[in-house]
């Protein structure tokens, strides 16, 4: 079966400190990856994804995540968290094509707190 | 350049009642996508409308329906609501290319009692 795992339901650093936010995903054909980032009360905002090609993919805010296809993983990485970063992140994974199709399967999401 | 609109923000019916959300996709796009996410959950696919057709449906009874009008904007109907389907109701549209991604909107909260 098609699933995502998010191993870490909530996760808190200290504002400055390194990142990671962990994926594993289950699926049967070449996946398409995608991280989602929500803040409270907010729909949301496609933060990078994976199609092809180099497997260290680089996004908005400053976020970068590695597919790594022997490990079934697709973790999202920033090298120093900010404040404003305190949100509920999720992974995604959907099939080639999934754009026409707009099924993604989704990770049951990390939260991120965020200390001063 | 509007995003995906989404109205109401908020709503709460009574169990046995029928609802309808709206969406707007953002311009340029033409294929809406909805998702219903639980309270500490993450989002579930519940069917896809483009040229005004269902084109994909996930796991969901048939008491969710919907429907896409020419001009590209969706509505969600759920019928005969259940306590259960209390819920953050997103919107999510695409250009139709081939693996153009989705872009959210803010959602609807739905409150069933």
């Known amino acids: 079966a098609q699933s995502v795992t998010q191993p870490d339901i909530h996760i808190t650093v200290s504002e400055g400190a390194s990142l990671e936010l962990r994926c594993n995903y289950s699926y049967g054909a070449t996946p398409y990856l995608f991280w989602y980032v929500q803040s409270p009360g907010q729909g949301l905002q496609l933060l990078l994804k994976y199609f092809s090609g180099d497997t260290l993919v680089q996004g908005i805010k400053g976020f970068e995540a590695e597919f790594k296809r022997s490990q079934s993983s697709f973790n999202l990485r920033k090298p120093s968290v900010h404040w404003s970063d305190a949100a509920e992140y999720f992974c995604a994974v959907g099939a080639k094509g999934s754009g026409n199709t707009g099924k993604l399967i989704f990770g049951q999401g990390t939260t991120l707190q965020v200390k001063p | 350049d509007a995003g995906v609109t989404q109205s109401p923000t908020h709503l709460i019916k009574t169990r046995g009642q029928q609802v309808t959300l709206r969406c707007s996709p953002k311009s340029g796009h033409d294929t809406v996508s909805w998702y219903q996410q639980a309270l500490g959950q993450g989002p579930q696919f519940i069917f896809q409308?483009?040229?005004?057709?269902?084109?994909q449906r996930g796991n969901f009874p048939d008491r969710f329906s919907g429907h896409q009008f020419p001009n590209y904007s969706s509505e969600l109907n759920v019928n005969a609501l259940l306590l259960g389907d209390s819920a953050l109701y997103l919107c999510?549209?695409?250009?139709?290319?081939?693996?153009?991604?989705?872009?959210f909107g803010n959602g609807t909260r739905l409150t069933v009692t």
């Open positions: 409308y483009y040229e005004e057709e269902e084109r």
């Open positions: 999510a549209s695409t250009s139709g290319s081939y693996n153009s991604p989705l872009h």
